[in-house]
């Protein structure tokens, strides 16, 4: 069974500086789609980054970035320039292939300090 | 495009009390997920339907907990009777196919049990 692990329950940084929260992974698959989702305090969970398996290159979307190391298992994700509004929990998934459901880590609460 | 919507938002109830919650996909999205995300934990999936079938139930625990999506569109999620352990957030995702990377959230039903 696939399983998500996140050692970091919680993370604090100083705005505008960067952060590097931490996933690791475990799956006998090959191929597969992982997940940084942000969940803020009204409980939406918004898709931050995905990254396909098969894609050896980082994903990145603006000031977001993940370090992908397939043999390691271990999917960061990295926050530049933070910002006041990146405060939240933070949940790396593991897509399952055969349905589609995500599993999820415990989650890292992460705090901008002003 | 309308966001998947859930109702209610909050719920008190006593133990052995019933509750149901109702979620409506995004127009046009075959799977439906119910996860349940305890205080400090990341979801878990409840139940997965494709269109008005059930693709995964093996988290459900089907002595108390069921759920229907009649007509391949709106589902509910009921609980009968409560324990003080179903205290959690309640949340439905949509995807317009299992192998559509991507998930969308629901707000969330946040469910406290006494």
């Known amino acids: 069974a696939q399983t998500v692990t996140q050692s970091q329950p919680e993370m604090s940084v100083q705005e505008a500086e960067t952060v590097t929260l931490s996933c690791t992974y475990d799956?006998?698959?090959?191929?597969?789609?992982l997940f940084w989702y942000k969940q803020p305090p009204s409980r939406q969970m918004i898709l931050v980054i995905r990254?396909?398996?098969?894609?050896?290159q980082n994903a990145t979307e603006n000031r977001f970035s993940v370090n992908f190391q397939k043999a390691a298992k271990s999917f960061s994700l990295k926050i530049s320039d933070s910002q006041l509004g990146d405060t939240a929990m933070y949940f790396c998934?593991?897509?399952?292939?055969?349905?589609?459901?995500?599993?999820f880590g415990q989650g890292t609460e992460l705090s901008v300090k002003p | 495009e309308a966001g998947v919507a859930q109702s209610p938002r909050y719920k008190i109830i006593e133990k052995r009390q019933s509750v149901a919650f109702w979620c409506n996909p995004i127009?046009?999205?075959?799977?439906l997920y119910w996860y349940q995300q305890i205080l400090g934990q990341g979801p878990k999936l409840l139940i997965q339907f494709q269109n008005n079938g059930v693709v995964d139930d093996s988290q459900l625990p089907k002595d108390r907990f069921s759920a229907e999506r009649l007509k391949g569109v709106d589902s509910t999620l009921k609980i009968q009777p409560a324990k003080l352990e179903d205290s959690a957030v309640y949340l439905c995702?949509?995807?317009?196919?299992?192998?559509?990377?991507?998930?969308?959230f629901g707000p969330g039903t946040r469910l406290t049990v006494t």
């Open positions: 990254q396909e398996a098969y894609k050896q």
């Open positions: 127009s046009g999205h075959a799977t």
């Open positions: 995702a949509s995807s317009s196919q299992p192998n559509s990377y991507e998930q969308y």
């Open positions: 998934a593991f897509r399952d292939n055969q349905g589609g459901k995500l599993i």
């Open positions: 799956t006998s698959e090959s191929n597969y789609y």
